[in-house]
């Protein structure tokens, strides 16, 4: 058995400890009641320091982030932490703060979210921002009940509708159901952008607004933004704007500018704070001016959000500054390209032309298949990565193509790391083409390697029973 593979109850042995408390100051202290005292002993693992210390360290060792290595995940953008950025964070007077402090003590966190909101307002073109979100479907969440406040303020009551395309990120439609919006799906072209003559009729009195992010979930840059925003406007709606999809606009295109009216930012994906594991995140949402008494006035999640992400946004935007902001675009776009244009004669490309931060490939050219043989999956592409060291994109989203894989590579990452990917990726197709069974079969590396996901969804196993 690997050392890992041993639970921490496994390495316990009685009579070993891994602490030592201090003595007991206060002896006349009351005794717990006992209708509150346990029925039996604690359950706790006795194991030294050493162990403790080793066991964990191997756990983190399993996992995989952007700190080991290549993080190409499509639509999230999992780009390096700068460490200044947890410097900041770690800073006893932002670090030593409780939210229920007098304002009078706080007010460098409060200057902190002043000077933020105006950061994040020249960045996208919106005129205010609420910090309350926690993510970026809990911003969605906000942002539709601004849109619905809204209208409703107007006494536009049956407004009940909200569009949204079908290359969108599902959180979309499910914020919508939650916020008792109706969906009306809204297709799109073979060239992956919105269908604006499907969307005309679909512009009734009903319709609330639409959801959209650009460039698109297919990393393709929404061309009839003006004309699409003239139309919902017209028809009375406001624009939502999916701010997953920020990172290649920054300092060059602004939501605002192209007609938006509500619009949410991942500041822990497109302004580098951690990423992953369930949190923590932060998605606060802006609004034109004419929005700005629909901010929530009523607390939308605990105090004020989640500072600790919002202050390593500001030193992160801090650090780059105006100018270099706009390179984050740049290169994020360049490298999309560069990785697309080297692998399309391995990889099925569907839409051909320039992608913005990210694109997607329709499965292999040539997955090794014949004779009622089955050959290499996207699926298969993903988990055969692992063993080369290089985390897997996204795989099947969006739901356009049968076989996708979504690559975002992010501008934080080398031409040499880039290089590599391009390279692994190119040996895998070979794999596949020759002896697909390599691919079906892997990782073969990994401690874990095919659970049953489903399995694992509706029976997640969260103790350790002993």
Request: hydrophobic fraction near 40%.
């Given at each position: 058995?690997k050392y890992?593979?041993?639970?921490?109850f496994?390495?316990?042995?009685?009579?070993?400890?891994?602490y030592?408390?201090?003595?007991?100051?206060?002896?006349?202290a009351?005794?717990v009641?006992?209708?509150?005292?346990?029925?039996q002993?604690?359950?706790?693992?006795?194991?030294?320091?050493p162990?403790?210390?080793r066991?964990?360290?191997?756990?983190?060792?399993?996992?995989f982030?952007v700190?080991?290595?290549?993080y190409p995940l499509?639509?999230?953008t999992?780009?390096?932490?700068?460490?200044?950025?947890?410097?900041?964070a770690?800073?006893?007077?932002?670090?030593?703060?409780?939210?229920l402090?007098h304002?009078?003590l706080?007010?460098?966190?409060?200057?902190v979210?002043?000077e933020?909101?105006?950061?994040?307002?020249?960045i996208?073109?919106?005129?205010?921002?609420?910090?309350?979100?926690?993510a970026?479907?809990?911003?969605?969440?906000t942002?539709?009940?601004?849109?619905?406040?809204?209208h409703?303020?107007?006494?536009d009551?049956?407004?009940?509708?909200v569009?949204?395309?079908d290359?969108?990120?599902?959180?979309?439609?499910?914020?919508a159901?939650?916020?008792?919006?109706?969906v009306?799906?809204?297709?799109?072209?073979?060239?992956?952008?919105?269908?604006?003559?499907?969307l005309?009729?679909l512009?009734?009195?009903?319709?609330?607004?639409?959801?959209?992010?650009n460039?698109?979930?297919l990393?393709?840059?929404?061309?009839e933004?003006?004309t699409i925003?003239?139309?919902v406007?017209?028809?009375?709606?406001l624009l939502?704007?999916?701010?997953?999809?920020?990172n290649?606009?920054?300092?060059?295109?602004?939501?605002?500018?192209?007609?938006?009216?509500?619009?949410?930012?991942?500041?822990?994906?497109?302004f580098?704070?951690?990423?992953?594991?369930?949190?923590?995140g932060?998605?606060?949402?802006?609004?034109?001016?004419?929005l700005?008494?629909c901010?929530?006035?009523?607390?939308?999640?605990?105090f004020?959000g989640?500072?600790?992400?919002?202050l390593?946004?500001?030193?992160y935007i801090?650090s780059?500054?105006k100018?270099h902001?706009?390179?984050v675009?740049?290169?994020?776009?360049?490298?999309a390209?560069?990785?697309?244009?080297?692998?399309k004669?391995?990889?099925k490309l569907p839409?051909?032309?320039?992608?913005k931060?990210?694109?997607?490939?329709?499965?292999l050219?040539?997955?090794?298949?014949?004779d009622?043989?089955?050959?290499?999956?996207?699926?298969?592409?993903?988990?055969?990565?692992?063993?080369?060291?290089?985390?897997a994109?996204?795989?099947?989203f969006?739901l356009l193509?049968?076989?996708?894989?979504?690559?975002?590579p992010?501008?934080?990452?080398?031409l040499?790391?880039?290089?590599?990917?391009?390279?692994?990726?190119?040996?895998?197709a070979?794999?596949?083409?020759?002896?697909?069974?390599?691919?079906?079969?892997?990782?073969?590396?990994?401690p874990?390697?095919r659970?049953?996901e489903t399995?694992?969804a509706r029976n997640p196993?969260?103790?350790?029973?002993?």
């Amino acid at each position: 058995m690997k050392y890992y593979d041993k639970l921490i109850f496994e390495l316990s042995k009685e009579g070993r400890v891994g602490y030592s408390l201090p003595v007991n100051q206060f002896p006349q202290a009351p005794e717990v009641p006992v209708q509150l005292r346990r029925a039996q002993p604690l359950r706790l693992p006795q194991v030294s320091e050493p162990d403790v210390v080793r066991h964990y360290t191997n756990l983190s060792q399993m996992n995989f982030g952007v700190d080991t290595g290549f993080y190409p995940l499509g639509s999230c953008t999992m780009k390096y932490n700068p460490k200044i950025n947890e410097e900041m964070a770690a800073l006893p007077g932002f670090a030593g703060l409780h939210p229920l402090m007098h304002a009078g003590l706080t007010k460098g966190a409060l200057k902190v979210y002043q000077e933020m909101n105006k950061a994040l307002s020249a960045i996208t073109g919106m005129y205010a921002f609420t910090f309350d979100p926690c993510a970026g479907a809990h911003g969605e969440l906000t942002g539709l009940m601004i849109m619905r406040q809204y209208h409703m303020n107007r006494g536009d009551m049956k407004r009940t509708k909200v569009i949204v395309p079908d290359s969108a990120h599902g959180t979309n439609p499910a914020s919508a159901a939650v916020c008792g919006l109706e969906v009306v799906e809204v297709k799109s072209l073979e060239n992956g952008r919105i269908d604006v003559e499907a969307l005309k009729p679909l512009l009734t009195d009903e319709i609330a607004g639409i959801m959209m992010t650009n460039p698109n979930t297919l990393g393709l840059f929404e061309t009839e933004i003006k004309t699409i925003a003239k139309l919902v406007h017209d028809a009375g709606g406001l624009l939502y704007y999916d701010g997953a999809n920020m990172n290649p606009l920054m300092g060059v295109v602004r939501p605002g500018d192209m007609g938006f009216d509500i619009m949410h930012l991942n500041l822990h994906k497109t302004f580098s704070t951690p990423h992953g594991g369930g949190g923590p995140g932060s998605g606060p949402v802006g609004v034109a001016q004419h929005l700005e008494d629909c901010l929530p006035d009523i607390r939308v999640s605990g105090f004020h959000g989640n500072f600790g992400v919002i202050l390593r946004a500001y030193a992160y935007i801090l650090s780059l500054g105006k100018q270099h902001l706009r390179k984050v675009g740049q290169y994020s776009v360049l490298s999309a390209n560069y990785i697309k244009e080297s692998l399309k004669d391995v990889y099925k490309l569907p839409i051909e032309g320039v992608c913005k931060h990210e694109f997607v490939f329709d499965g292999l050219v040539n997955d090794g298949a014949h004779d009622d043989v089955p050959g290499a999956t996207t699926l298969d592409v993903a988990k055969r990565l692992l063993d080369y060291g290089f985390h897997a994109p996204t795989i099947y989203f969006p739901l356009l193509f049968h076989q996708a894989l979504m690559i975002e590579p992010t501008e934080t990452e080398s031409l040499e790391t880039i290089d590599s990917f391009i390279a692994v990726m190119r040996k895998i197709a070979a794999e596949a083409a020759q002896d697909p069974e390599i691919l079906r079969q892997a990782p073969h590396n990994a401690p874990i390697t095919r659970p049953d996901e489903t399995l694992a969804a509706r029976n997640p196993v969260l103790k350790y029973e002993w």
